[in-house]
T-cell receptor
Framework: QKEVEQDPGPLSVPEGAIVSLNCTYS??????FMWYRQYSRKGPELLMY????GNKEDGRFTAQVDKSSKYISLFIRDSQPSDSATYLC???????????FGTGTRLTVIP | DGGITQSPKYLFRKEGQNVTLSCEQN?????MYWYRQDPGQGLRLIYY???????QKGDIAEGYSVSREKKESFPLTVTSAQKNPTAFYLC????????????FGQGTRLTVV
């Protein structure tokens, strides 16, 4: 079983829609969760990171962690064409410093 | 500005040659990683290092080698033994501290000609 599983998509939505991106993970060791955005031919950029269960909000982005079901989500409100990118979820096991990624979900926001 | 710098951005290699990709960070991070990204396959871990002078193989280490002589630097050598080296290579680093984050460089696109 992979450490992090992510639906590769692709996902297409109209401008202004709410986008929901999801990952599941295995192993419940002490760990952080991160979301990255990657534009074509660029390195991934860190969008959000969180440790605890619950929601963390940053502008139009909300990261959600449900440790009981081992589910992590990223919500994008009022999606814009500039949000079109591949989104990667990741978990970092602290102490061991093992970094695991999902395969990424390709998102297209249509004007 | 703190960050991770990968060089070069584009690299062309003839078959049978070894090439070395550079990765430098000034974030004072302990751990560094090399990933390979192919279309539709996500990130695959090549090697990682948690401290200086120590590194471990990832999922696809065959045909690659690394060194970690300094905390700031983690170069990756793509050897002639790597059968399909054309790919996008990404370096990352992460901290062990209270604020645990991982950051990426901008990548090196390697093409075998």
């Amino acid at each position: 079983q992979k450490e992090v599983e992510q639906d590769p998509g692709p996902l297409s939505v109209p401008e202004g829609a709410i986008v929901s991106l999801n990952c599941t993970y295995s192993n419940s060791a002490f760990q952080y969760f991160m979301w990255y955005r990657q534009y074509s031919r660029k390195g991934p950029e860190l969008l959000m990171y969180t440790y605890s269960s619950g929601n963390k909000e940053d502008g139009r982005f909300t990261a959600q962690v449900d440790k009981s079901s081992k589910y992590i989500s990223l919500f994008i409100r009022d999606s814009q064409p500039s949000d079109s990118a591949t989104y990667l979820c990741a978990k970092l096991q602290t102490g061991a410093n093992n970094l695991f990624f999902g395969t990424g979900t390709r998102l297209t926001v249509i004007p | 500005d703190g960050g991770i710098t990968q060089s070069p951005k584009y690299l062309f290699r003839k078959e049978g040659q070894n090439v070395t990709l550079s990765c430098e960070q000034n974030l004072n991070h302990d751990a560094m990683y090399w990933y390979r990204q192919d279309p539709g396959q996500g990130l695959r871990l090549i090697y990682y290092s948690q401290i200086v002078n120590d590194f471990q193989k990832g999922d696809i280490a065959e045909g690659y080698s690394v060194s970690r002589e300094k905390k700031e630097s983690f170069p990756l050598t793509v050897t002639s033994a790597q059968k399909n080296p054309t790919a996008f290579y990404l370096c990352a680093s992460s901290s062990r501290g209270l604020r645990t984050e991982a950051f990426f460089g901008q990548g090196t696109r390697l093409t075998v000609v």
